[in-house]
């Protein structure tokens, strides 16, 4: 039940931390855009993406990073610890 979870969550994570990814390059082209027309439009087309936009973004990957934690914990993988790294060179 364990690992079957575990996989899931590790499926959801990659896929919400790839969705997040675009979601950030997205707004590059009408960033471009807005500042190859410049002005008050150009203001607002770059306002309404950082203010409408990109807090989803952020949501969405801090909601990612959850699920990977946990999909760390319930797998148990110690990818923030020393003792792996310890292990792998005693290995070699």
């Known amino acids: ?44 087309i770059s306002v309404f993406i950082k203010d409408e936009y990109y807090p989803w973004v952020i949501i969405l990957g801090s909601i990612a990073i959850v699920v990977g934690l946990i999909a760390m914990y319930l797998g148990k993988l110690e990818a923030l610890s ?7 060179e005693d290995e070699k």
């Open 1 to 44: 039940m364990r690992k079957k979870l575990f996989n899931i969550l590790n499926n959801i994570y990659g896929v919400a931390m790839s969705i997040s990814f675009f979601a950030g390059i997205l707004p590059l082209i009408p960033f471009i855009y807005a500042m190859i027309v410049g002005g008050t439009t150009g203001e607002k």
């Open 82 to 88: 020393l003792k792996n790294i310890s292990t792998e």
